[in-house]
T-cell receptor
């Protein structure tokens, strides 16, 4: 009964490189959410996806950031041309569909460091 | 718009004493309220939630929270704190109206330190 899985757990990139963060939701969950946690701050919503659909991307920066949740495989958060300000912990959460969709379960996070 | 305030950055309590972590919220529709705990370098663990029903909600590890609509509060409580409860606690809110979507808005977090 695996929980939400994220990889890698730690990612180091140099400025200008691309970062790809992966999230596999809990078994049976079809909703995925991405949040960002800056040092000493709370989590900020980025994007909410269902299979093959972006439902709410109101928290995504307008440039360089994109997310997908394909029919097969994990959800991917992609950051192009990373800058030092992108250094943060990125958390994925998942929930089931329907009446139990209200509770989101979080993965261990990916800690991105941009040099 | 929805928002959450956790007025205390840190709460210190002696082991065995009651623990309270404060949370107030603002949301236009019906509030869905959550508490999560985060241990160092770990993800968030779900503790409890209020959706509807009894104002006193019981959750994991002996924690409970009381929903107070008039004061727009959802304070987390534990009658007798343990050293192992030392962690970062987050309150979160979601607007229960379907059109508002599922995104959670988090407070800034409260660090709890339980001393032996």
């Amino acid at each position: 009964n695996a929980g939400v899985m994220q990889n890698p757990r730690h990612l180091v990139r140099r400025r200008g490189q691309e970062a790809r963060l992966r999230c596999s939701p809990m078994k049976g969950h079809s909703h995925v959410y991405w949040y960002r946690q800056l040092p000493e701050e709370g989590l900020k919503f980025m994007v909410y996806l269902q299979k093959e659909n972006i439902i709410d991307e109101s928290g995504m920066p307008k440039e360089r950031f994109s997310a997908e949740f394909p029919k097969e495989g994990p959800s991917i958060l992609r950051i192009q041309q990373v800058v030092r300000g992108d250094s943060a912990a990125y958390f994925c959460a998942s929930s089931p569909a329907g009446v139990y969709a209200d509770t989101q379960y979080f993965g261990p996070g990916t800690r991105l460091t941009v040099l | 718009a929805q928002s959450v305030a956790q007025p205390e950055d840190q709460v210190n309590v002696a082991e065995g004493n009651p623990l309270t972590v404060k949370c107030t919220y603002s949301v236009s529709g019906n509030p869905y309220l959550f508490w999560y705990v985060q241990y160092p370098n770990r993800g968030l663990q779900f503790l409890l939630k209020y959706i509807t029903g009894d104002n006193l909600v019981k959750g994991s590890y002996g924690f409970e929270a009381e929903f107070n609509k008039s004061q727009t509060s959802f304070h987390l409580k534990k009658p007798s704190a343990l050293v192992s409860d030392s962690a970062l606690y987050f309150c979160a809110v979601r607007d229960g109206e379907r059109a508002a979507g599922n995104k959670l808005t988090f407070g800034g977090g409260t660090r709890v330190l339980v001393k032996p």
